[in-house]
């Protein structure tokens, strides 16, 4: 049994961090830390916990103890990265839930992030979190950088096709959608109700920070080709739906290619294989992953759905948890 | 022809003001004034009017030549009350689509509104423009209070009612939902898209200010007894929908009642009596309040629909200045 | 340990029945029958169960085996009244989700349903299964008729009002907003995502069935007076929000009424109430049931929110399971 | 001044049909027709046109009168072509806004709709009516094909592209969005506002028709190349958004690139080319597309938006009139 600290916890991810791990059977006590919202109760934050949350008060941010053996920090951009150095040194485990050390490069963050990385020597010692392909790596990890949530959605979908068949892949467009709630909890004009109603825009176009990630990923397989990654905004609360267009050199065969997803995913229990493009409904508010191959001449395409504050976020991050003790990868998930 | 000025023509209500008087056959010049967005571009502003609004730019609010004849003004509480008098001392006509005019009782803006009103010589001067109702005693008028939107839609929903029966009424409870457009355009965290998706609340209960000025108007047709308000946010952008129910002393007779709502509202190009209770689509994105009246016992059931920013705000300003100047209601409305 | 029937049960109640039946403690084994969807596979029917939910096959509810102890029926209006006799004859437990035994006066169904009941008889032998008001009185019941929708959120937002204060209340405005499950899961053309798309109609004005069943149960603890009950479609797929208006004889003593709320509640495990009115998504995806209650004068406004197909359908059946036989009120639930 | 009729104008396409042909200029009468509807009041079908629009009667399809010099036909798949041929040889001018003569080749029918084309022989008569690229071309002609609703948004955008830089091009992505509209005003279970609210899905994948349409008229400036298209459907009533990513041979040179967008659609009124992605409101209600392009390396990403119901069929197909009289091309659209 441990005790687990939860840094940044009162927005829209760490909600979710504190409903898994307040009934993960595992975790005997947790505390809540936050900037703004110090000296909050849970119950006054979060309404719908009344009655199945203990009702915390959240800890100011700046004054965190370090009692607990594990620590989950979903900050934004540039403030893990000067908390979590402290966290490491005094030999607490850290799974970080932001971006400020996914990136290996450092230089990478001057261009994408726009800051200068404080604590470089950082990067190299987390290990990358993608919960389903890389958990048995995990096991008894200390930091972890828990992937961004489309990453999450393009990297599920690519890998078998990646690393199976990476010398025929000419180049690969990624279009992703994404729910509201990707951008947080702020006050912010352009996302108001009545601004995102019957709405859809694309952002960020060839900006946007997950992009570096989901290359320096596939780098790592092999894939060191043409990537356009387009992100847009969807008029729903949750989700995340990727469209992953790949052109092969050649014809694909695509019962090869489906028996190396099926292979590879044989075993994940949060990754389902399905028939049929999935629907986004199917996956929010669990920890799936919903993929379907399509083949069409020397064409793949790719949908991938998921939930972006589980999956996506403190849900994976549970997953890295377990990954990390060697519990049962669903430990506190269902 | 006249020449008109907007004054806090930047929000959604201003949007609209804009779109309805650039295509008005005798407004032949307009002007926009903003505080927050002097200097703009309305195409900035309003990406949506590239093409077929002048792309003018905004001028400061606190530098208004007087070379209008008329003003419409779309400014927070608190902020009209300042800027009116001097308008109407330079002998300007004034539409003002706040509150701070609406009431004729000084004291109720502390009560309700919670400051205390600097101008209260001015409340008597302007005349209340419910314009489907009073209509023709607006005509060449020089200071209209435009209604609140929910007032428009309970008065108009009520006015036949009480004006004909209202000896028989026990009392009245009015339940008004709301789309989120309604609470203007500035950042707020209890707004935003993820917050308000698949949410409705009520809010304010017997605190909101359109309760006493429904309250006045009812007053001055005879109606001084019980009435409740209780209004609630929609998870939609656009449009009010207000529930009136009626207690009679005793049997209401159907056809008598409907008779009346057909005699008031005959003439009115922008009432249309509704056979079946209407729907929030038949209104949105136009200046129509769509009514139904149903009786049960000694009950009556008034459902009423319409756009909380065009039929509830600048739809009907435009309509006040066509009852100014004498012109077809309908002008530079469909 | 029990066994379950779940009989109709692949529309939207039947979707939570199995999620909860599948996982709750005290049930060993369930089957799933069906009309036009046996012989399909859970997984089928339901792409989100997959990997969480056993695949059963769906089974013909013509041919109905007798090997469990209690069977939950979520047929259509007029179907469960056929079905149910013979469920009951064979030392069954029944509790029924449809309409069809809730009423106790056999007239009421000519009236208000339409159709003349088959089986008056088994009326009586019913017990109405409000799970928070009497669930002590459920234990070892036969046959429970689970409420509507709308009546529980309108009879659990007014007991404890009425129960206390019967002899002030002047008269009852209930004005009610539903998703659009509560309409079920068959193709409609007014129900279509284009249709109510940013809509709002108020319908059955006068004329719903569950206005009969909550006269029905308010009677039984003192009012007969006037009660209005007025429902509306909201465009979100899951919940109900009822507001409430009360006028009493005389001023309203807040403390007082708010005292009996507290004390009726204290208790009950799925009754919030709360100091603000509660938003839908407080309640969605729970069994929870939030209220709050707002005096001025002599009026009294209650909202009561809570989800359609838990609280209001499948939740209440489970809780009901549990008041049969002593289980913890939550048990499958949480 | 001309007089046209209106074949299959009862559902959501026709509506739009209505309303503009109704207040167009240059058409003094208008006749609907319909199948289902045959015999109703335009009131009772679409309760929002009553005071606006003349309150006709729908006459049945299969008893046209050839009255009128024009006919407009919104027809299901399959339908129109049956009835064509019989108003061309009675020498009146047709606009099909269905898909049954879009493609030129008979043998695209067996595949891609399943149906045997009837009368090859008119696939040649037709001209493809995208207005805004051909709209010159359409000056007196008898019978246009309204292009689909994804191919107007796919065309458009990659028009300029195609045109100047087609050697360059390696291979072509498409992902669009569409709101549910598209699907038309038919009773469907999956298109229930239940089922989709909150949802996103793909659908057709490697299977929608427009892919051939697409297809065929990038061929005619030189494409003929790899192109994929995946379609889905979004939780909004209106509107569809085509995200475009094309590989270039080299590095692209994107002012180049620009200026050939601005050289195509400098006259085009109802093109709006924009510095930042469009958002969809921007064009939801109205006969504009708007595009963005963004260059990175050999990448070229164009983002379309346009409203389906207009731009994407009855806007397009007013446009189209307009063109065949040489009227000014925004007559009766704005």
């Not at 990624?174 to 912010?188: I, L, P, W």
């Not at 990390?324 to 506190?332: D, F, L, Q, R, V």
Request: with cysteine; glycine share 8%; aromatic share 12%.
């Amino acid at each position: 049994l441990i005790s687990v600290g939860i840094i940044g916890g009162t927005g829209y991810t760490g909600k979710y961090l504190i409903k898994f791990l307040q009934k993960h059977k595992n975790v005997y006590a947790f505390d809540v830390y936050g900037k703004n919202n110090a000296g909050k109760k849970l119950y006054d934050l979060f309404p719908s916990f009344q009655g199945f949350v203990e009702n915390k008060t959240v800890l100011p941010v700046n004054d965190i103890s370090f009692e607990h053996q594990i620590y989950f920090v979903s900050l934004p951009h540039g403030e893990s990265m000067n908390l979590i150095p402290a966290l490491l040194n005094k030999n607490k485990k850290v799974i970080d839930l932001g971006g400020d050390f996914r990136l290996d490069d450092k230089e990478l963050y001057d261009k994408w992030y726009g800051f200068e990385h404080k604590f470089p020597e950082y990067l190299k010692l987390k290990q990358y979190g993608l919960a389903d392909i890389n958990g048995s790596l995990l096991k008894e990890a200390d930091f972890i950088a828990n992937p961004g949530c489309y990453p999450t959605s393009v990297l599920l979908g690519l890998y078998p096709l990646i690393k199976n068949f990476n010398d025929q892949v000419k180049n690969i467009s990624v279009v992703s959608y994404s729910g509201t709630s990707g951008a947080g909890k702020k006050a912010r004009a352009d996302l108001l109700f009545s601004e995102m109603f019957g709405n859809v825009k694309a952002y960020s176009v060839n900006k946007h920070r997950h992009q570096p990630e989901i290359e320096q990923e596939l780098k790592k397989i092999g894939f060191n080709g043409d990537l356009s990654f387009t992100t847009h905004l969807l008029p729903v609360e949750r989700g995340i739906y990727s469209t992953i267009t790949v052109y092969l050199e050649n014809e694909a065969d695509k019962d090869e290619i489906i028996s190396e997803y099926e292979k590879q995913y044989n075993e994940s229990e949060f990754i389902r294989l399905r028939k049929t493009p999935p629907e986004l409904k199917w996956v929010v508010e669990t920890n799936y992953c919903d993929i379907n191959v399509s083949v069409r001449n020397n064409s793949v395409i790719i949908t991938s759905a998921l939930d972006n504050l589980i999956k996506g976020a403190a849900g994976q991050a549970v997953q890295n948890l377990n990954n990390i003790y060697g519990w049962n990868s669903s430990t506190g998930l269902k």
